[in-house]
């Protein structure tokens, strides 16, 4: 019981505190629903905008990871003995001869 009551009070500490300092968004002189869904409305942008950028991320680290992979099968390989695998070296071009 004591435990839920604790849970409450920190829920509307954590609430009140945050109206305080996102504070009166509309200029009206208090803090109301319309302050509340404006501040709203910009933090889901932000998050959205986040997520985004994250999902950006992920899918780098993705290509990264399945580069990795591969990577480490071509050195169990070299180390097995076998030839190396991928681009062969370019020929190599002879100097013009000079006359």
Same mark, same amino acid.
């Given at each position: 019981?004591?435990?839920?009551?604790? %849970?409450?009070?920190?829920?509307?500490?954590?609430?009140?505190?945050?109206?305080? $300092?996102?504070?009166?968004?509309?200029?009206?002189? !208090?803090?109301?629903?319309? !302050? %509340?869904?404006?501040?709203? &409305?910009?933090?889901? #942008?932000?998050?959205? &905008? #986040?997520?985004?950028?994250? &999902?950006?991320?992920? $899918?780098?680290?993705?290509?990264?990871?399945?580069?990795?992979?591969?990577?480490?099968?071509?050195?169990?390989?070299?180390?097995?003995?076998?030839?190396?695998?991928?681009?062969?070296?370019?020929? $190599?071009?002879?100097?013009?001869? &000079?006359?």
């Amino acid at each position: 019981m004591l435990v839920t009551i604790l %849970i409450i009070a920190a829920i509307a500490t954590t609430v009140g505190f945050i109206l305080y $300092k996102k504070g009166d968004q509309d200029g009206d002189g !208090d803090v109301d629903l319309k !302050d %509340i869904k404006s501040s709203a &409305k910009k933090e889901v #942008r932000e998050v959205k &905008k #986040r997520v985004k950028r994250v &999902k950006e991320e992920l $899918k780098d680290v993705g290509d990264a990871i399945k580069e990795v992979a591969d990577q480490a099968g071509d050195i169990v390989d070299a180390a097995k003995g076998k030839s190396r695998k991928g681009r062969k070296p370019a020929a $190599k071009k002879s100097a013009p001869k &000079k006359k």
